[in-house]
C-alpha cells in the first residue's frame, strides 16, 4: 500500500500553517526566490528579496496641456473656442517602463453638450538615436464624438500611437474643428492634457 506523504509549511520558523502533498512558490514583479535544502533540518529554506534596480513601474502618466490660457474650475486649460478650427500642440516623452501602450486620450471639459468634431496627427521616435522625426506616425481623420456639458471626457488617440513604444518622443497635434457643420457644441471646449497608459 502506497501512502502519499504530505509537506508541513511555517514561516520565519514559527509555528506550523498546515500540510499539503507540495508546494507552489510564485513570484510577483521584481521577486526574486531563492530555493535550499536543508538538510539537517529536514526542510528547504526560501528566501523572497526585491530586485534591485527595479522599482514598480508608473504606467500610467498625464501630460497637462502646454502655455495654458485660460481655466475651468481649478484645472488649467487651454481654450478651443467655438467658431474656428482651434490647433493645438503638444509633446511628451511615453514613460520607458510602457511596452504597450493600452490607451492614449486626450481630456477635455466642454462648456456644453453636443458633437466635438476633431482629428489628430502624430510624429513620434527615438531620441538620440539617428532617427528622423519623420520615421514614425499616425493620424486619426476627422470625426464626430458625443460630448456632455462639465463632464471630464476622453478622447480616445490610441490609433494615432498604434506602434509607439516606452521612451519615445511624440508630437501631437489636436484639431477641434469648429468651423465644421458637425461640431454642434457651440461653445467652448477646454482642453486639460494627455493621459497614456500601457503594460510593462
Not at 11 to 24: M, V
Not at 83 to 110: C, E, H, L, N, S
Request: with cysteine; aromatic share 8%; glycine share 8%.
Amino acid at each position: 500500500m502506497s501512502t502519499t506523504r504530505k509537506v508541513t509549511l511555517r514561516k520565519d520558523g514559527g509555528a506550523d500553517l498546515g500540510s499539503a502533498e507540495r508546494i507552489n512558490f510564485i513570484t510577483g514583479n521584481n521577486i526574486i526566490l531563492a530555493i535550499a535544502l536543508d538538510a539537517a533540518n529536514k526542510e528547504f529554506d526560501v528566501t523572497i528579496t526585491a530586485e534591485a534596480g527595479l522599482p514598480p513601474a508608473w504606467l500610467d502618466q498625464f501630460f497637462p496641456a502646454v502655455d495654458p490660457d485660460t481655466y475651468k474650475g481649478a484645472y488649467a486649460t487651454v481654450t478651443m473656442t467655438d467658431g474656428v478650427d482651434i490647433p493645438i500642440y503638444q509633446t511628451f516623452m511615453i514613460p520607458k517602463d510602457i511596452a504597450t501602450i493600452t490607451r492614449a486620450v486626450v481630456i477635455i471639459i466642454p462648456n456644453a453638450s453636443g458633437d466635438l468634431y476633431w482629428s489628430c496627427v502624430t510624429n513620434f521616435g527615438r531620441v538620440c538615436d539617428d532617427e528622423d522625426y519623420q520615421t514614425h506616425g499616425d493620424a486619426i481623420a476627422l470625426n464626430a464624438i458625443a460630448v456632455t456639458v462639465d463632464e471630464i471626457e476622453c478622447i480616445d488617440i490610441s490609433d494615432a500611437l498604434t506602434v509607439a513604444v516606452g521612451g519615445d518622443l511624440v508630437g501631437l497635434h489636436f484639431v477641434r474643428a469648429a468651423e465644421n457643420v458637425l461640431d454642434t457644441i457651440g461653445d467652448t471646449v477646454h482642453y486639460i492634457g494627455v493621459l497614456i497608459e500601457g503594460d510593462s
